[in-house]
C-alpha cells in the first residue's frame, strides 16, 4: 500500500490548508492558462484531478485526459466527475513514465506537485514522456512548491518541508534549483513564471530539437 492509497480521501485538504489563502490560487492560475477552447490536455500524476476538475467544467470542448497510478486517487477524481456529470474526461490508470499514449496528441500536459517528491530518474521520465505526448507547439505546465521569501510564509510551510523533505531524499536539490536551468535539459523553455500561494506555476514551450 502506497501513501496515496492511505491518504487519497483526505488529499484535498491540501488545496484549503495552503491555496485558499488570500493571494495567488495555483490552481486557478493553471486554470486561466488554458483557453476555453478545442484543445486536448493531460493532466500528468492527476491524483484528484486538482488541476483539471475546473478546467473541465469550463467547456465540454477542453478534452481532459487524467494519468495516475494510484487508483485510489483516481477513484476519488471519478466521483468527482461523476457527480459533476463531467463527460470531458477521460481517466486511465498508468504508469505516466509510459503512458502508451501516441506522440504529439496534447496542446497542453500539466504536471502538478509530483516532480518534487520523485527520484530524478523518475522525474526525467515523467518529463521526457511529457516532451513526447505534446504537440510541437503545445503547453507544458508545472505547479512546485516555491522557496517562501517571508519569514510567517517560511513558518506556515515549515511542516510541509519537513513532510517532503522526509518523503523524499532528492526533494530539497529539486526545490532549490533553477527551474529554468532544469527543465532546458529536457528542452523545454521557460515562458512564464507566476508566483502563487507557497508554490509557482511555470508555463514551457518544447525547444524543437
Ligand atoms: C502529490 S500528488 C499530486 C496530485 C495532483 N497532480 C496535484 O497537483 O495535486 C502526486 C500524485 O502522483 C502520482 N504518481 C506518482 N508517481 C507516479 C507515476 N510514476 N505515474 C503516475 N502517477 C504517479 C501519485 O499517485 C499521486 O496521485
Known sequence: MNTYSTISKAYDLLDRTYFAEKGNNPRKVIQELIPDAS????????????NTFSIAKMSNLIKITGVDISEEMLSVAKKKCQDAHLQNVCLRCEDATNT????????YVVIGLVLHESSPKLRQEIINEAYRVLKKDGKLIVLEWEQQKSLIWKIKFFPLYVTESMGCLSFKNFYKCNKEIYFNQFNFLMKKEISCNYSVV????????
Open 39 to 50: 484543445v486536448k490536455v493531460l493532466d500528468m500524476c492527476c491524483g484528484t484531478l486538482s
Open 100 to 107: 502508451k499514449i501516441e506522440n504529439e496528441t496534447f496542446d
Open 202 to 209: 511555470m508555463e514551457f514551450e518544447k525547444s524543437l530539437l
